[in-house]
């Protein structure tokens, strides 16, 4: 079975930062890993829709952001291979949601329509 585990969301002042890390099990056994195919983050805060935050592609590495967050959001990994990551910085009201790890059936983008495997979520709640 797999699971993907969201960790290090939490209360932050406006301005402040977070690093959100996630790890994934199981996907060995269907023969997969976390990085064979587009990885990314998604949000989504009560009563709003699922917003794209950030995405390392499969294929060669690149990284999309969306605009709401570009220059302030860093994903990444780390050399094993084996966690990503969400660097938030000069953090936002509006950038309260909770926030999923995805591992997405493309290769290269992260569709939401294509979303593979996800976690239970990590809350972010910025206050000003």
């Given at each position: 079975?797999?699971?993907?585990?969201?960790?290090?969301?939490?209360?932050?002042?406006?301005?402040?930062?977070?690093r959100l890390s996630c790890t994934a099990s199981g996907l060995s056994l269907s023969g997969l890993t976390l990085f064979d195919s587009a990885v990314g983050w998604f949000r989504q805060d009560q009563g709003k829709e699922r917003e794209g935050v950030a995405c390392i592609s499969g294929m060669d590495d690149a990284t999309y952001y969306a605009e709401s967050v570009k220059?302030?959001?860093?994903?990444?990994?780390?050399?094993?291979?084996?966690t990503l990551y969400l660097?938030?910085?000069?953090?936002?009201?509006?950038?309260?949601?909770?926030?999923?790890?995805?591992?997405y059936r493309d290769a290269e983008?992260?569709?939401?329509?294509?979303?593979?495997?996800?976690g239970q979520g990590t809350q972010v709640t910025v206050s000003s």
């Open positions: 079975q797999v699971q993907v585990m969201e960790s290090g969301g939490g209360p932050a002042q406006a301005g402040g930062s977070l220059g302030r959001f860093t994903i990444s990994r780390d050399s094993a291979k084996t660097q938030m910085n000069s953090l936002k009201p509006e950038d309260t949601a909770m926030y999923f790890c995805a591992k983008y992260c569709e939401l329509g294509k979303l593979n495997y996800w």
